[in-house]
């Protein structure tokens, strides 16, 4: 995300994006080579608990999705791939 994003509005993002989202905890900031000056690179640990059943692989797949999407959308976060 551009260096001007604050943690909480992506936390706040990341929680808006799917209800089964109830911990969003900031654990790493980045900022260098290779990312534009003016960026910093965030890493979260997120907690997904719905509590009528346990997750299932597709249905966490699909909450990571939607956080992505929200994130990208309402914070110009772009998702870093190695």
Do not use: C, M, W
């Amino acid at each position: 995300v551009a260096e001007k994003v604050p943690n909480q509005q992506v936390v706040r993002e990341i929680k808006s994006a799917d209800p089964v989202v109830t911990d969003v905890q900031l654990f790493d900031v980045y900022r260098g080579h290779p990312l534009p000056k003016d960026h910093k690179s965030l890493a979260y640990r997120v907690v997904y608990q719905h509590a009528d059943h346990p997750l299932i692989e597709n249905e966490v797949t699909a909450i990571r999705q939607r956080i992505i999407q929200q994130v990208e959308s309402n914070a110009g976060g772009v998702l870093r791939r190695e």
